[in-house]
């Protein structure tokens, strides 16, 4: 399946204004491409973001460390990373991310994944602004299906990349593999104003498990966008609230990656 390249309907004016009925038809004409696509549910959208907005944002990109956010030196679980909390940044961004979980976004995402009554969540449980440094990696994994803050079930993840002039050189690329965890289906580099969104089901493994290779002065940059539907009163006992990090083909053929998941299990 091919990438494709949109523009989401979003006015830049001081209210960032997102047109509702043109979100739900461009949600429309991308609904065939995103529900075919392989190994799962998924699209690649290219120049995402209107071009004034998205400078905006990496221009207010919080370099120094702000309240509540996480920092992740968890080896195959996550390594040289920090998840910001946007409601921890300034206004504008504030904003932005307001404009992320409006009707109209819920419109664009509904008509083009299928999946109706998704919900957002204002409080960005694992979500935000992310940013790994040079040498960083995230593990494969299939993400934790319950908000047990809010208690509704995740559906839809949306990444939207915030790399100028990244190169290929530099790797972070977001890997999709195949249900029984034997190859890589799909890589997609982090470039510029890129967005991937995609189901989030039990086994949607998707990470950038090798380290990034970008000079010292640069990093990964993203904003990670989660959907939500609401679930019945009694979760189901087999639920996954937790993250599911799964090996590699080489991974399993390493002694590193079971001493380092030994060692943190201790922890």
């Excluded at 997102?18 to 699209?43: K, S, V």
């Excluded at 957002?120 to 494969?140: C, M, N, S």
Aim: net charge positive.
């Amino acid at each position: 399946m091919t990438d494709t390249t949109h523009t989401l309907p979003i006015a830049v004016t001081p209210e960032l204004d997102f047109n509702l009925q043109a979100a739900g038809q461009l949600g429309t004409l991308l609904a065939d491409q995103y529900r075919q696509a392989e190994p799962f549910p998924h699209i690649v959208i290219d120049n995402f973001l209107p071009d004034e907005l998205i400078a905006r944002i990496c221009q207010e990109f919080p370099v120094e460390a702000t309240s509540n956010e996480q920092l992740y030196e968890r080896g195959y679980k996550g390594q040289l990373k920090r998840q910001v909390d946007p409601n921890h940044c300034a206004p504008y961004l504030r904003t932005v991310f307001a404009l992320f979980n409006s009707a109209a976004m819920l419109n664009f995402m509904e008509q083009m994944t299928g999946i109706q009554g998704l919900i957002p969540d204002p409080y960005f449980v694992g979500g935000g602004l992310h940013e790994t440094r040079a040498g960083g990696f995230l593990g494969v994994h299939s993400d934790f299906r319950l908000n047990k803050k809010l208690k509704v079930q995740r559906r839809i993840n949306a990444i939207i990349y915030l790399n100028p002039d990244w190169q290929e050189s530099y790797g972070g690329h977001l890997e999709l593999w195949d249900k029984p965890m034997t190859q890589c289906l799909k890589k997609v580099l982090p470039v510029y104003n890129r967005c991937v969104v995609f189901n989030t089901d039990e086994d949607s493994n998707h990470g950038h498990p090798e380290p990034l290779t970008c000079p010292p002065d640069r990093s990964r940059r993203s904003i990670a966008l989660y959907y939500y539907t609401a679930t019945p009163a009694e979760v189901e006992p087999g639920t996954r609230q937790k993250t599911h990090y799964k090996p590699r083909p080489k991974d399993r053929l390493s002694l590193k990656y079971y001493l380092d998941k030994l060692l943190r299990k201790k922890r």
